[in-house]
Structure formats: structure tokens, C-alpha cells
């Protein structure tokens, strides 16, 4: 694989606290690749040491910025040093660097900018209520990024040079929801993704550094609030809609039952006030969002 067609290919491997697992996937992965970079994001144990003994190239940083900054420091260490091809994978020994070819063999084949790991089947080890929220992440990035997507949250993906040019400047999030940032810009941006299946190692694996259903819910929030800055007049003005007309209409009925009773229900007006300055704050968001990037756009034309 580091020979085929004279391709420069790199490795990003993103860590945080390691050190047990960190210098065999850099000795197997070196097998397949000219470069190995670790990105130690602020570990507080010997992450950098091991990496570095194990030939990679090691950037560390003195604060945890999250996943998706490494990647981004990937990203930009692969565009200053002219590689061709970039590779992640995890460095907690969940994914096997003996499938790299697999990944990198499979985009350099198909023509296509992008090639996500599919663990699915007998190959992967994933819990049951895991498998359940990767379900639900992979329906939610799958509305965003146009097309049904079986495994969104793998990070154990190739990108070729085009896909790096282009996804640096789009990608905004730091955390765990660089996976599926990635896909909805890539089809923003026009970039054919393909997938391969792969194996993946989850028993004896105790290296998880936040919980997984907050993290769940974290990327889950964050692939929301993309496809609603996408589509915001669907998915905040229309919404805001329907909760003024709620409101509305419970302040008709409130106004008849005091005409007729002459009791004014304060429950019902404090929830209609509710109702409707929520409402309406969605309403002027959507369509400030929908509007602003339309002056942004012909204001830079004109400049």
C-alpha cells in the first residue's frame, strides 16, 4: 500500500490517554502508510512518550480540544506536507489497522473522495445498545446528508486530497460529532462517499473517555441543529408557526371561558405566553437564517 502509483498516504490517529494501546496500533498501522501522525489531545498520561518510541509523528496539545480539532490538525499536517491521501482510526485498539489497505484500496479504487469503515455483521463485537444508538445517529445524519448512511459514526474513514481541500474549511465542530459533520458537508460539497466493511474490537476496551449516552445525545443535538441551520425556515420558522397558532387558539378559548365565567384561568395564560414567545423568537430566528446568508453572499459578489 505505501508503494501503490507513488500516492503519499498518512495516518491521523486522534488520542486522549492511550498509552496501553497506543504504541501497537502505531507499530501495525506503519506497515501501511508513509506517515503515522498521533494527535495527543491533552493527555495527562504517556500517550506522546509510546507514540513517538513507536515511529509516529506525535503533535500534542496542552488542552483537551476535542475530536474533531485533532481531526482538523490532521487534516491541515496532511495538506502542508502534500500527502495524498489521509486514513483515520482510533488509537484505544477498537479498530485493526491490518484493514488500512482495506479502507485505503477501497477509495483509491472506486473513484469516490470518501471510504467509511461499516462494522456491522459477525465482524464487530458492538453492544446491542450501542448498536441501537448508532441506529438512530445514522438515520439522523442520513436526513441531513441526502442519502441513507449505515454506519455514520465509524472514524475509521480515507479521504483522498480533494475531500481534505474541502472539508477543512466547511467543519466546525470540535467534540465527537466530527463524524457525522463530515458526511453532511461532504454532500454539501459534492463528495462521493463510499463504505467497506470492516472488523471491530469492543470486550476487554475500557478506555471511553465520556459517557455514551451523553455523547449520544451530544452529536445527536448537534446533526439537528445542521440540518436546521440548513433548512430553517422547515425547521425552525414552521415550528415557531404552529407553536404561535397553538398559542393562539388557546388564548381564543381562554377569552370565551372568561366572557362566560368571568374566572380568568392564569395557568392557561402563563402557558400561552409560553407558547408564544417561543413561537415567535423560532419565527424570527428561521428567518433571519434563511435571509442572512443571501445578503452575506451578494454582499461579498459585490465586493
Known amino acids: 500500500m505505501k508503494d ?24 501495525k498501522t506503519k506497515r501501511h502508510v508513509n506517515t503515522v501522525l498521533v494527535v495527543d489531545d491533552g493527555s495527562s498520561d504517556d500517550t506522546s512518550k509510546v507514540a513517538k518510541q513507536a515511529g509516529a509523528v506525535v503533535i500534542s496539545n496542552r488542552k483537551n480540544h476535542g475530536k474533531g480539532s485533532v481531526i482538523k490538525t490532521g487534516f491541515r499536517y496532511a495538506l502542508a506536507n502534500n500527502y495524498d491521501y489521509v486514513v483515520t482510526l482510533d488509537g484505544d485498539g477498537q479498530h485493526n489497522p491490518d484493514e488500512v489497505p482495506v479502507i485505503l484500496g477501497d477509495l483509491m479504487n472506486n473513484g469516490h473522495d470518501i471510504t467509511i469503515g461499516l462494522r456491522y455483521g459477525n465482524s464487530t463485537e458492538m453492544p446491542k445498545w450501542r448498536k441501537v444508538g448508532k441506529r438512530i445517529l445514522d438515520y439522523a445524519t442520513s436526513f441531513g446528508n441526502g442519502g441513507y448512511v449505515t454506519d455514520s459514526q465509524c472514524g475509521f474513514r480515507a479521504f483522498n486530497k480533494r475531500a481534505v481541500e474541502n472539508l477543512i474549511r466547511k467543519l466546525n465542530g470540535k467534540k465527537f460529532n466530527t463524524e457525522s459533520e463530515q458526511l453532511i458537508k461532504a454532500h454539501e460539497l459534492g463528495l462521493k462517499v463510499s463504505q467497506k466493511n470492516i472488523t471491530c474490537k469492543y470486550k476487554n476496551l475500557d478506555t471511553s473517555t465520556k459517557d455514551p449516552f451523553l455523547h449520544g445525545f451530544s452529536v445527536l443535538s448537534y446533526i439537528i441543529w445542521l440540518i436546521a441551520e440548513r433548512r430553517p425556515l422547515l425547521f425552525i420558522s414552521l415550528p415557531g408557526f404552529v407553536l404561535v397558532m397553538i398559542g393562539l387558539f388557546f388564548g381564543i378559548l381562554t377569552l370565551q371561558h372568561y366572557n362566560q365565567t368571568h374566572v380568568f384561568l392564569i395557568q392557561n395564560a402563563i402557558l400561552i405566553s409560553i407558547f408564544l414567545i417561543i413561537g415567535v423568537i423560532a419565527l424570527f430566528i428561521g428567518l433571519l437564517l434563511n435571509v442572512l446568508p443571501r445578503i452575506i453572499k451578494q454582499s461579498s459578489v459585490g465586493e
Open 4 to 27: 501503490r502509483g507513488k500516492k503519499r498516504t498518512l495516518a491521523v490517529i486522534p488520542c486522549y490517554n492511550e498509552e496501553p494501546t497506543i504504541g501497537s496500533i502505531v507499530l
